[in-house]
């Protein structure tokens, strides 16, 4: 940590800085993420820093400001690191947007765990931006010529298809016998309320 922050104090004003410290940076913040304290100082180190952006490109290092923010109540400011990082791992940033959210939702519910349809709904409130998804959020329904086809088999053969039925318009579909059962099981639901 002493070699990062003298690194760092030789280095303040090269921009970019060099990629050695940039490593350093990533591996310390791997290495400190059981260590609070350490994190919280390493982390405040770096951001006081002119080149703070240059370090966002480490996911490590993004993982590790993110924590900290969480750890200090400060959901606000680690939402809006995320949306302005560069880091190339935009899965991973996705489900840190996702962990912050829930963090959110269970210190108000005062919880340490959310049911999967709670996790649900606050992914639905609170959806990554654009910045974070480019090509948007995947779509999870069916195009409309799909759905007809299944609402018209479902008025007009059954509701509940036996799994050789299923399986024919999974294939004629082009869908998997999980997703045809699975939409069949919540139709019958919505039809019942």
């Known amino acids: 940590m002493k070699k990062f922050m003298a690194m760092l104090k030789k280095n303040e004003n090269e921009h970019p800085p060099p990629t050695k410290l940039l490593n350093l940076a990533g591996q310390l913040c791997q290495e400190l993420q059981s260590s609070f304290p350490s994190l919280e100082k390493l982390v405040e180190a770096m951001m006081e820093c002119k080149n703070r952006r240059d370090f966002l490109t480490n996911i490590h290092v993004v993982r590790a400001c993110v924590s900290v923010h969480i750890h200090k109540g400060q ?3 680690a939402c809006r690191l995320l949306e302005y990082c560069k880091a190339e791992e935009k899965e991973e940033l996705v489900q840190l947007w996702h962990e912050i959210h829930y963090r959110r939702v269970m210190e108000k ?5 959310l049911t999967p349809l709670q996790k ?6 609170n959806p990554p931006p654009i910045s974070l998804c480019p090509e948007g959020l995947t779509n999870r329904n069916y195009s409309e010529e799909v759905r007809q086809q299944l609402h018209r088999f479902a008025a007009e053969v059954t509701a509940n298809p036996d799994k050789k039925q299923r399986e024919g318009l999974a294939r004629a579909m082009n869908l998997q016998p999980t997703q045809v059962y699975n939409w069949f099981a919540n139709y019958r639901r919505r039809q019942k309320s």
Do not use: A
């Not at 649900?120 to 409130?125: E, I």
């Open 120 to 125: 649900f709904r606050c992914r639905k409130r």
């Open 75 to 77: 959901h606000d400011e």
């Open 109 to 113: 519910q005062q919880t340490d765990v």
